[in-house]
């Protein structure tokens, strides 16, 4: 087993790992940028290094000085989390090189998996079903596959993911714009204009299959994750299982999911998503080669710990037990918490936290980086923490999260909280009828606003000008009345309430 381990990633997820390492008996080593120094990952590892500064394309994701801060620190291994350098092949080939173990899959398999259009053909050649779909190198031929297809069709980035470059074209005469906007954002996301064209599936759900296998040709699934709540085509709630999914289908998806791994030699933990359409019918999305942001609900299902088991399968050991032996029980949902305001379309309000109050009790987790006095910075993602809770039911899991959301208290910064709780009591959600346009198709419940009419606007305008001028009068005719009551007192009272009030 490893000795020292480097965690190449920063907030919660670093401090997810950081605790693994140390129940395993291992030492942990921090890298940090200079905005990050005082970051609650690095004064909780044993050992930390600066690797540049605040811009992740300077720190982060320069894995040269990743390398150099496991060759300073003499690290067996390196852990990358998610996002940043977690699915960079290039990376992981480079730690090959070096002699230090990657925890995570392959670099081969890292390659096969990273551009969507090429894991398509692959998985379709597996037997996975995949959506419909193309690739163009013109707008000329998108029109035309789209035409063949039938609209409305999805583009999507090659090389992209968390919901860059991707735009639904209802019509040809929308394709042109969608299409330069398109590659346009995935440029600039990830370096690659490559896009594709795919069948828009009308009202989908995204549902997801975790995976693990491990160095000898075992891969298990550890069943789904329901992911449909999401604002700009991001995640923001999960839960597990599938509030519409049968036993058949979740096996099902399970062994297409094992399949679809094998098929590219995996280990480590990695995660299939589908488009599941309302007919139940589902469809390969993408393979995430990394671990998910919203592992911790599979790990309160299954009783499982997927860091300690990406590391022991790093070390060359087997699996801790087959499919048969991984049961599930209960329910369990995740709440994603940022730095956000909803109404402003969830623009991220980075800033410094004030107050921090963290639920706690029966069957609460919160994963963070966070700490009363800390900053939120503009430069990453603005994730506070993950609220994850667990019941051995569903009902009885949506009213400990609300519970538990009613305890969280964050000030100092604008946070999605109340958005969390609104949609935990939405007739809606709690009967689990949702997919992924449930938030703009709530946006007055969840939001807590509506866009106003411009006759309602006009109204609006004169309430709020017939208010301010109606206070404006009081606080004068106050200060008036105050005044004339300060000239019939005493010189002794009014000396008196002069030093009173200094």
């Known amino acids: 087993m490893f000795k020292k381990v480097l965690v190449a990633n920063r907030g919660e997820i670093a401090c997810r790992v950081i605790r693994t390492l140390r129940e395993m008996g291992i030492r942990s080593v921090a890298v940090y940028s200079d905005v990050d120094r005082a970051a609650l990952h690095v004064r909780m590892a044993d050992e930390a290094v600066p690797i540049g500064e605040a811009p992740a394309s300077s720190s982060y994701l320069r894995f040269d000085r990743v390398l150099e801060a496991i060759k300073q620190t003499k690290a067996d291994a390196v852990h990358p989390g998610y996002g940043f350098l977690s699915e960079n092949a290039a990376f992981a080939k480079a730690c090959a090189d070096s002699g230090v173990v990657f925890i995570g899959p392959p670099a081969s398999a890292i390659s096969s998996m990273g551009s969507k259009t090429a894991a398509r053909d692959l998985m379709s050649k597996a037997g996975v079903p995949v959506v419909p779909g193309a690739t163009c190198d013109t707008v000329e031929q998108a029109r035309q596959r789209a035409q063949e297809l039938g609209y409305p069709v999805m583009l999507k980035a090659s090389a992209g993911g968390g919901g860059k470059g991707m735009r639904l074209v209802h019509s040809a005469d929308e394709m042109a714009s969608a299409w330069e906007r398109a590659k346009s954002e995935s440029k600039k996301a990830f370096g690659d204009d490559t896009v594709y064209l795919e069948k828009a599936i009308i009202q989908p759900r995204h549902v ?218 939405h007739p809606d959600f709690v009967a689990g009828n949702y997919d992924t346009g449930f938030i703009d198709a709530h946006r007055d419940q969840l939001m807590g606003y509506g866009v106003p009419s411009a006759d309602m606007s006009e109204s609006l305008a004169v309430a709020v000008a017939l208010a301010a001028a109606g206070l404006e009068r009081k606080a004068a005719g106050a200060a008036r009345a105050e005044s004339l009551d300060a000239s019939r007192l005493s010189a002794w009272v009014t000396t008196h309430r002069s030093r009173r009030s200094t």
Not at 318 to 327: C, F, G, K, N, V
Not at 358 to 365: A, D, K, L, T
Request: glycine share 6%; with cysteine.
């Open 208 to 425: 997801e299959i975790q995976v693990l296998g491990d160095r000898h040709g075992n891969v298990v699934h550890l069943f789904e994750r329901d992911c449909s709540i999401q604002r700009r085509h991001q995640k923001v709630v999960e839960e597990t299982p599938c509030p519409v999914l049968t036993q058949d289908i979740v096996e099902k998806m399970g062994e297409i999911a094992v399949k679809g791994a094998k098929s590219v030699d995996y280990f480590s933990a990695g995660t299939f998503e589908f488009l599941l359409s309302a007919d139940k019918s589902f469809y390969f999305l993408e393979m995430n080669t990394r671990l998910q942001v919203e592992h911790p609900i599979t790990e309160w299902v299954t009783g499982t710990d997927l860091v300690r088991e990406m590391v022991r399968v790093a070390a060359g050991e087997p699996l801790s037990w087959t499919q048969e032996q991984i049961q599930r029980r209960g329910a369990s949902i995740e709440c994603r918490v940022y730095a956000e305001d909803p109404s402003t379309n969830f623009l991220p309000s980075p800033g410094t936290i004030e107050q921090l109050r963290v639920p706690s009790g029966p069957g609460v987790r919160d994963d963070s980086g966070a700490y009363p006095g800390c900053t939120i910075s503009s430069y990453y993602d603005p994730l506070v923490s993950k609220l994850a809770v667990w019941a051995p039911t569903r009902d009885q899991a949506i009213a400990r999260m609300r519970r538990a959301l009613h305890e969280y208290v964050v000030t100092g910064i604008r946070t999605n909280l109340a958005f969390h709780e609104r949609l935990m009591a």
